[in-house]
Each structure stands twice: as structure tokens, then as C-alpha cells.
């Protein structure tokens, strides 16, 4: 029987072990946590136990560091030479000819619209909903129940917080994070920031 | 001893008008970064002591205007900072880097300005100056010499660690409900450190303090009431440096990826009166800038800055980095901010006077200039 590896850390690792556990009867499915140290570094050593013809690795590292982190070890993964297939729910509603591309999760009761791309190791958690021809670029993170209209663009590492709508035809910028519960209706910037805890949008000026 | 800060200083709107055009419209105030304006026909707005001001990069050379045209008193320039020549959005006025009118379109058709009169339209112009990355405003027709204000060692220290200021910046507000004036007085008070921030400003470093002699509580009135009397005066009220002990600054990987400003692991602090707090908590890698905005008497916008030292090289995260640290401030200043709303809400016109103790003495020098200037015409 092959393997199927879920590494990472945290709730969403956990989440994503059981959907992978649920879905595949044929395969070992097995949890390995990768710890961080006091420095945020992952302790990468747990990968040399791991070979990929003996089976193959999900990446499950939540949003933080601005899913920077899932990035890290989904590149260690495929440097290793992982193939690091996709989890789409069988309870998610995804168009056929929709493109899904390496690592990337769908979770139960998400609709992806007609020719919508989802690219490498995006989340798009459980009831969220993307419209016809949208895109979602790398390392992206849809929170569960986010509406998302047709024609969305969406900028690499951004973060979709629930309660957020986005209209159609909107571009949201790398690594922006709609965190406010609200209809977004105009295009966001890069690396701006709507987070509750704050009463303006943070943003970033200059590189 | 008794403090001279009756409760109306904090709540009375007269008060806070008198403030604005005593104070703010006299002082050198922080007015933005220049890597915000760094590229031709770069412009940040601001409203500063209830006058909008344009800062604009013309070919290089940085201005400060007022933002409002001359024609229709529409605003010139829009948003917090963008990129756009200096020409009014509503009929097209444009103006030079000398806030001169360039161009009316179709002038002498509709128009019909005498010569005179198209020559003699001008915008106010304010004086800035540049710190290191960092601008200073004055609005005043007469400004003071920078110098009159701020120490020069103060100056030189504030100069060099702006120096090494990042070109990618982070910025937020936060909409305080409390008066201005007790930021400063709580910046300037680190008595509260230990117990306010108790479990994290306090478990990562210790600010020492002292409560001087008599001599220096400020229980006399001022002497020298003359104009360069109240400057000098207000000298000792912006000091900074290497105020708080830090232990050894945690290695995260970041650190490499930046141009250490300094070599002192030490909690650095520059306090520039009236509403100016720079703060680096880690000896010289990072540095948060922040910027208390009067807007009512019980209204204060907190304005925040984040930025790095200077980058070694460009890298995907790094805008990640200044949010986690962003976030991090927040926990401390979001301390501090909830116990100066609950102070302000307290407040009333009956009051009790505070007291305060020997260690108090800077904030009683401020209030005894503070005072004198709001109760009597004399003027800096």
C-alpha cells in the first residue's frame, strides 16, 4: 500500500489529515507534524525518512507568515522529488474543465466556477465559493464560506478571511489580506492589509 | 506635588483651538518619509493643525503646499500618497514647483486675469525639513530654526538611525478616543511600564528612571517668558537614545536579511515633542514610528510606521516581516491606548487635579510651559 504523508502543522494539518483519511481507502495515510523552532524555522530533518517512490506528500501549513511557510516546505517537498497531488473534496462542486494545480486543497460544499485556475499549493476552504473564470494564483488562502464573484483575480500568498465577498471583475494584489467581513467592490492593492483588530487597513508603501 | 493640568485641557474645544494655532502651527511637526515621496511628482497629503498640505517631489526637490486650490479650493492631490503632477482635478489648474500657477487652460478666453493677477496667484508655501528619511513640517510664516526646537545631540542620533530607514514601509491609524497630550505625558513616564505592560513590554525590557531633586520639578514659574525664552525652554522636552536594557535580541532569520543600524542591543526611544515617539526595541533592526494626531480635544489619530533597517537585498517575505512586527506593537500600544481612553473617559470639569511625583518632573517642565502659553498671549 503507498503512503500519503500529510506534513505540516497546526489545525489545518489535522483537517487535512482526516479529509485525506476519509477520502483514501487504498492508501496508508499518515500525519507528520514538522516542529518549528523558537526562530519559526521548520526542523526539515523528518523529509529524509521519506522517499518518493514509496508514496506521495500533502503539504498542510495554515496562513501564517502569509502562508509563506506552506510555500517553504511545499518546495522542499517537490525538491525532493514529491509529485504532491491535489485534495478535492468529493463533496465539492468543482467545474470539470476548472484547472487545479499541485498541493492545492478544496474543501466540502466549495463550488469552483467554469474555466476557474486555482494554482499550486492554494486552500480553498469548506463552502467557499469562486466564480466562473476566476484565478487564483500560488500559495493562496480562501477561509471557509468566502463568496468570491466571476472574474476574480487573485494575487499570489493573498488571504480571504470568511465574511468577505469580493464582486466580480475585482483584482486582489499579492499578498493582501481582506480580513474584514464586507463586501470588497474595488481592487486592492498589494500587501494591504483589512485586519478586524485594526480600524484602518494597514498598507505598504515602497519595496 | 500638584499637577498644573486642570481636567479643561483635555476637554475644552477652545482649549484645543488655542493648541493648534499656538502650538502646531508654530512647532516642527513630523510630517512623512521621504521614501513616499522619492520619485518625480511622488506626493503625500496631510491635514496638519486643520491645514491640508500637499508634499510633493518636483525633478527631485521636495515642497510642502497647501492643498487647496486657488480657483475653486478644491484639494490638488487626493489620498494618503500617490504619484501625479500638481494640477487641480477640477478645472485643471497646474502648478510649479514654486507653487506658482503654470497653466490655466483656456486663460485668456474665459478668464481674462490681468497680468498681475494671474502672477500674484501662489500657493502657501510651508518650510520642511529632512532628517534622515524623515520630514519635518512648520507652518508657520516664521518658522523657528529646527535647531530652537530640537537638541542638537538629540538631532544627530534621531538622524542617524533615520538614515538607515528602509524604502518599504508599513502604515496604519488608529482612532484613539483620548486627548493628545496623555500620550506624551505616558511616554514620558515609565513608571507604568512594569504595571500596565506587565506580561510584554515589561517581560522583554527594563526602563530605568529616576526621580530628581527638587530643583527640577518645575515648582516655580518660568523665568524667561520672551519668545526665545519659551523656545529654549521647550528644548529639553525631545530627548532619545538607548533608554531601555534588552536581553540579548532572539536570532530570527530576518535579522540577516537587514543592515543593522548600531551596534548596541538596547530598547531605543526618541521622543520629539509635541506628538513624535520613534521606538526600537531591538537594538537598531527595526524601528516604529508614531505619530499622535490632534483631531478633537478627547479625539487622537495614532498614526503608525513600521520599517527595517535597510534591506541587504530585495526578498519575497519581507512585507510579512513588518506585519508580524506590526502586530507585536499593537499588543503593547493597544495597551497603552485602552488606559488613556479609560483615563479620558473619567475625565470632567470637576475633576480631580492629579498629583504626581518627584520622577514626574519632565511632564511637569512641559506643563509649566504648557500652561503659561494657554493662559497668557505670550507665543513661541
Known amino acids: ?207 | 506635588m500638584q499637577s498644573r493640568m486642570h481636567p479643561k485641557y483635555y476637554l475644552s474645544q477652545e482649549i484645543f483651538d488655542r493648541e493648534q494655532i499656538k502650538i502646531f502651527r508654530k512647532v516642527w511637526l513630523f510630517a512623512g518619509l521621504t521614501s513616499l515621496v522619492a520619485e518625480n511628482n511622488a506626493f503625500i497629503t496631510r491635514k496638519i493643525a486643520g491645514i491640508p498640505v500637499v508634499i510633493q517631489n518636483f525633478k527631485g526637490e521636495i515642497k510642502a503646499f497647501e492643498n487647496i486650490c486657488l480657483h475653486r479650493s478644491a484639494p490638488l492631490q487626493q489620498g494618503f500618497c500617490g504619484r501625479r503632477a500638481l494640477v487641480c482635478p477640477y478645472h485643471a489648474w497646474s502648478y510649479d514647483a514654486t507653487g506658482a500657477v503654470k497653466n490655466i487652460p483656456d486663460c485668456e478666453a474665459i478668464y481674462r486675469f490681468s497680468a498681475d493677477e494671474k502672477q500674484s496667484l501662489k500657493l502657501r508655501e510651508f518650510a520642511l525639513k529632512q532628517v534622515g528619511s524623515m520630514l519635518f513640517i512648520n507652518l508657520s510664516t516664521e518658522p523657528m530654526a529646527f535647531e530652537e526646537q530640537f537638541k542638537p545631540e538629540f538631532v544627530a542620533l534621531m538622524e542617524s538611525a533615520a538614515q538607515s530607514f528602509d524604502t518599504e514601509v508599513m502604515v496604519t491609524t488608529w482612532h484613539g478616543k483620548f486627548n493628545w497630550k496623555l500620550v506624551y505625558e505616558n511616554l514620558r513616564d515609565f513608571n507604568h511600564v512594569k504595571f500596565l505592560h506587565a506580561k510584554s513590554l515589561a517581560a522583554i525590557a527594563d526602563f530605568p528612571f529616576e526621580a530628581p531633586i527638587q530643583a527640577d520639578l518645575a515648582l516655580t514659574p518660568l523665568e524667561d517668558i520672551s519668545i526665545p525664552g519659551l523656545r529654549k525652554a521647550m528644548r529639553p522636552f525631545s530627548y532619545g537614545g538607548p533608554e531601555g536594557k534588552i536581553d540579548a535580541v532572539r536570532p530570527v532569520p530576518w535579522l540577516n536579511m537587514v543592515e543593522r543600524w548600531g551596534t548596541e542591543d538596547a530598547y531605543f526611544n526618541w521622543l520629539a515633542y509635541p506628538n513624535l515617539h520613534i521606538a526600537c526595541g531591538n537594538g537598531g533592526y527595526s524601528f516604529t514610528i508614531e505619530h499622535h494626531i490632534p483631531i478633537a480635544p478627547g479625539q487622537t489619530d495614532i498614526e503608525i510606521y513600521f520599517i527595517t533597517a535597510k534591506k541587504k537585498q530585495p526578498y519575497a517575505a519581507s512585507y510579512q516581516v513588518l506585519l508580524s512586527n506590526m502586530h507585536y506593537s499593537k499588543t503593547i500600544l493597544t495597551e497603552d491606548i485602552d488606559m488613556l481612553e479609560q483615563v479620558q473617559s473619567a475625565l470632567h470639569i470637576d475633576a480631580p487635579i492629579p498629583t504626581q511625583g518627584a520622577y514626574e518632573s519632565t511632564n511637569r517642565q512641559i506643563e509649566r510651559w504648557y500652561t503659561e502659553l494657554m493662559e497668557t498671549e505670550h507665543e513661541i
Open chain 1, 1 to 207: 500500500m503507498k503512503s500519503r504523508w500529510v506534513v505540516g502543522t497546526g489545525d489545518y494539518l489535522d483537517l487535512a489529515y482526516h479529509a485525506w483519511t476519509q477520502a483514501s481507502a487504498t492508501e496508508d495515510v499518515q500525519k507528520i507534524t514538522v516542529p518549528q523552532g523558537a526562530d519559526y524555522e521548520f526542523d526539515l530533518s523528518i523529509f529524509d525518512t521519506l522517499h518518493p517512490e514509496l508514496g506521495d506528500v500533502f503539504i498542510a501549513v495554515d496562513d501564517r507568515f502569509g502562508n509563506f511557510k506552506r510555500m517553504e516546505l511545499f518546495r522542499v517537498a517537490l525538491e525532493r522529488g514529491f509529485t504532491l497531488s491535489s485534495f478535492v473534496s468529493a463533496n465539492a462542486d468543482v467545474a470539470s474543465e476548472a484547472k487545479i494545480g499541485k498541493n492545492v486543497f478544496i474543501g466540502p460544499q466549495a463550488i469552483i466556477g467554469h474555466h476557474c485556475k486555482i494554482e499550486y499549493n492554494s486552500v480553498v476552504h469548506a463552502g467557499a465559493q469562486i466564480g466562473a473564470n476566476s484565478h487564483l494564483r500560488a500559495s493562496v488562502w480562501i477561509e471557509p464560506g468566502v463568496q468570491i464573484g466571476s472574474r476574480v483575480e487573485i494575487g499570489t500568498h493573498a488571504i480571504i478571511r470568511t465574511g468577505a465577498i469580493v464582486r466580480s471583475g475585482i483584482k486582489v494584489g499579492k499578498g493582501a489580506e481582506l480580513g474584514w467581513p464586507q463586501l470588497y467592490s474595488a481592487d486592492i492593492a498589494d500587501k494591504t492589509v483589512y485586519d478586524t483588530r485594526y480600524d484602518e487597513p494597514i498598507l505598504v508603501y515602497g519595496s
